[in-house]
């Protein structure tokens, strides 16, 4: 079993995001409710990258032509800017929006990049940028302040619950809440959503087996005595 390609996310509905905020803003960029560029940003495993593989197809719909060159090839062009111009040109007619997308742009050569980010401005709502990276401060100033930076911290636990039970009961895995939460804060500190994932194959896998699941530790209620007015 392999949870992580059986229940991985088929559109920006799916992707379990860090916090309520995260998802909040990036549902507003798949309704067009906002527009910009995006510097998506964060530690590994936290659902960055799924989220700029989705997002121009709930931008565009499902026939959406994503530029997915490698950013230094791309910026090498000697032709870059009719080369961005014409995937414009070809998005417009096609009701679309030119998206490029940049994986990890955190090392990319300053060749060309005042091109670039000049024809960005010239296109304006016509294409639209998207770049994923594990430190924005790597990324020249003229391309980051021209992006709005979404933060993907690491997810939690709890953050995760929800999707564990889901993924659990379609194998026919039936446990508590507290249970499920107790094996997954046990990777927590790397708040990467393979390991939850990878937790949740544990489970599966045990459970088919009929092996026992580690222990879950009771929780313990302390109620604070009520003081008594004496009269």
Excluded at 30 to 48: F, P, Q, R, V, W
Excluded at 80 to 103: D, P, V
Excluded at 181 to 198: I, S
């Amino acid at each position: 079993m392999n949870v992580a390609l059986k229940y991985k996310p088929f559109g920006i509905c799916d992707v379990i995001y860090p916090s309520i905020a995260v998802e909040r803003r990036i549902t507003a960029y798949a309704n067009k409710d906002i527009t910009g560029h995006l510097i998506l940003h964060g530690t590994n495993g936290t659902g960055k990258t799924s989220v700029a593989d989705l997002l121009p197809l709930a931008i565009n719909g499902e026939d959406s032509h994503i530029e997915r060159l490698d950013f230094k090839e791309f910026l090498s062009k000697d032709n870059l800017t009719e080369y961005i111009f014409n995937g414009c040109g070809w998005a417009r007619l096609n009701g679309q929006k030119y998206i490029i997308i940049f994986h990890e742009f955190d090392n990319a050569s300053t060749n060309n990049l005042s091109t670039f980010w000049n024809t960005l401005d010239k296109c304006g709502d016509d294409i639209m940028l998207i770049i994923t990276t594990n430190n924005p401060m790597k990324i020249h100033p003229s391309i980051r302040s021209r992006c709005d930076l979404i933060e993907f911290p690491a997810v939690s636990a709890q953050r995760m619950l929800a999707r564990a039970q889901f993924i659990l009961k379609n194998e026919g895995v039936i446990l508590t809440d507290q249970q499920v939460l107790h094996y997954l804060k046990t990777v927590e500190y790397k708040g990467d959503l393979r390991a939850y994932l990878k937790v949740l194959d544990e489970i599966i896998y045990m459970q088919a087996q009929s092996l026992p699941l580690p222990p879950v530790p009771s929780v313990t209620i302390q109620v604070k005595p009520k003081l008594v007015k004496v009269q």
